[in-house]
């Protein structure tokens, strides 16, 4: 399986833009890149995908390293409610459809 | 429009009772997938539908736990004997197409205390 590699923590200041980084030196040519974060006492919800492209949707955008190594997520402006576990996955068609989490990078915001 | 809903929101059992948990997908989805996350952990895969296909059981812990989906919808995720490491957040997603790029959308999640 490919995995990623994220920080166990960050901390942001409250409307400052955030960028969550992603090792995935393994990664391979059909893999596709997935941001999924979790909020205290629910369930995970889906953020960005990519493939090599870099992406943009109104949570969020995907940068995606030219050599897909690596990734980033950049929150635009931070809010209290971004404060979360966000989880980096890559979707390994030989590991069948589940998400693969991983402890993922847990965000705090501070006002 | 409606989202994954899962019952009961929380269950508390003594060790040694069989429980059922219960996930209604997406309406039209055809993908349903089972997780859970123990207090602290990472959320675990269990098992996978994907419309008329085998399920993947491959993620199961032990032969205590079945799942089934009924008519393509509905799904029970089904824990004989419960044991105490059992306790845990049980989470049911599911998504419109099996494939890669796919988006799993997740219910709330049911919290099983097993005493």
């Known amino acids: 399986d490919a995995k990623t590699t994220q920080p166990n923590s960050m901390e942001s200041n409250e409307e400052e833009p955030v960028h969550l980084p992603c090792n995935h030196s393994?990664?391979?040519?059909?893999?596709?890149i997935h941001w999924y974060r979790q909020l205290p006492s629910q369930g995970p919800e889906y953020v960005i995908h990519?493939?090599?492209s870099n992406v943009n949707n109104r949570m969020a955008s995907l940068a995606i390293a030219e050599d897909r190594k690596s990734s980033t997520l950049i929150l635009h402006r931070a809010t209290l409610r971004d404060a979360a576990v966000y989880y980096c996955i890559l979707r390994d068609p030989h590991s069948g459809y589940a998400l693969n989490f991983g402890k993922g990078t847990s965000l705090l915001v501070t006002p | 429009g409606a989202g994954v809903s899962q019952s009961p929101s929380n269950k508390v059992t003594e060790k040694g009772k069989d429980v059922e948990l219960r996930c209604d997908p997406i309406?039209?989805?055809?993908?349903l997938y089972w997780y859970r996350q123990s207090l602290g952990q990472g959320l675990e895969f269990l098992i996978y539908f994907q419309g008329n296909s085998a399920p993947d059981k491959s993620g199961l812990p032990s032969d205590r736990f079945s799942a089934e989906r009924t008519g393509g919808s509905v799904s029970t995720l089904t824990i004989q004997r419960t044991q105490q490491e059992d306790s845990a957040v049980y989470l049911c997603a599911s998504s419109l197409l099996r494939e890669l790029a796919d988006t799993q959308y997740f219910g709330p999640g049911t919290r099983l205390t097993v005493l």
């Open positions: 309406s039209g989805h055809t993908a």
């Open positions: 393994t990664i391979s040519g059909t893999d596709y």
């Open positions: 990519g493939l090599t």
